[in-house]
């Protein structure tokens, strides 16, 4: 592997990694260049083992010998080859290129992949067998909370995610971290249009529910009951709304079914993430 030892933080090489605390930088940025960055060694391994490859590879060196398998690997990928830089930095010289002191491992540079239809998530979940059920995340715009609804997801069996238009990037930084790199694990795309795209869904064999209050819900305990009841039948794609706002009034109007979560204390709602986590759980395959 070529080993590039770096001593300036303006190295240009380096454009890749600089700045990776503007956000909004990183939002404008990222998808134009086709990247995504992976941060940590579980993490890269994980994107590596999903065939996602490598721009090239940044850590000290005391990291070296713990991910020289995954680099390796990657290096030797038919794409990849054995060009794909590993830039190696003292820990100041690191903080002062990302922002941040990197103490997870690595970082990797990884080359954005190009996403499925949502037919092909659909049909390509479970083996092949086809997705039974699917959480679809509409504008939510913190990436902590796409992350551990992707970690949730991945943990809890759901076989696929969807993101709306305006959803904040799976493939950000942050929500691949808070992931854990589950991210690369459940298949996921983005929805073209929404709320036109419950339709596609409900063409697909799903019963949509949106996860909202209104005088018209059922119960978590019911709707999971009713889907454990059409045994193998039984598709649905849950609908979890952006932070404070919730789900907009046009999707859960458009939606087949409104669902609460049962709450005590009064407290009327969950964290996203938490809300996720506990339909995941009310509504896994037995």
């Known amino acids: 592997m070529p080993l590039i030892h770096i001593t300036d ?5 380096l454009t890749d990694y600089t700045g990776l605390t503007d956000v909004a930088l990183r939002r404008k940025v990222e998808p134009e260049r086709g990247l995504y960055m ?14 996602h490859r490598p721009r090239s590879f940044l850590m ?4 070296l010998a713990g991910i020289a398998p995954v680099i390796a690997t990657a290096c030797g990928a038919e794409d990849g080859g054995p060009d794909v830089p590993v830039y190696i930095a003292e820990e100041p010289v690191l903080r002062e290129i990302t922002g941040f002191h990197l103490h997870r491992g690595a970082l990797a540079a990884m080359h954005r992949p190009e996403l499925p239809s949502v037919a092909d998530v659909l049909a390509g979940a479970r083996g092949g067998q086809g997705a ?19 970690r949730s997801a991945a943990g809890l069996g759901v076989d696929a995610v969807l993101v709306t238009p305006s959803c904040a990037d799976p493939l950000y930084r942050r929500s691949v971290r808070v992931s854990m790199g589950t991210v690369f694990q459940v298949p996921w795309t983005r929805l073209p249009a929404w709320p036109a795209g419950v339709e596609t869904l409900r063409e697909a064999g799903f019963t949509v529910a949106a996860l909202a209050l209104s005088d018209d819900s059922v119960d978590l305990d019911t709707f999971a009951a009713d889907l454990a009841a059409r045994g193998a039948g039984g598709r649905a794609a849950m609908v979890l709304g952006a932070e404070g706002d919730g789900l907009a009034r046009a999707t859960v109007e458009a939606a ?16 996203v993430a938490a809300a996720s986590a506990v339909a995941f759980w009310a509504t896994r395959a037995g």
């Not at 933080?9 to 090489?13: G, I, M």
């Not at 992976?38 to 065939?51: D, H, L």
């Not at 000290?60 to 990291?63: F, S």
């Open 9 to 13: 933080p303006a190295d240009p090489r």
């Open 38 to 51: 992976a941060e940590s060694s579980n993490v890269i391994t994980r994107a590596v083992a999903a065939g």
């Open 60 to 63: 000290a060196e005391r990291w």
């Open 132 to 150: 039974r059920r699917v959480a679809v995340l509409e504008d939510i715009v913190d990436h902590t909370n796409v992350g551990a609804i992707f």
């Open 256 to 271: 087949d079914v409104v669902v609460r979560i049962p709450m005590a204390g009064e407290v009327d709602s969950l964290n």
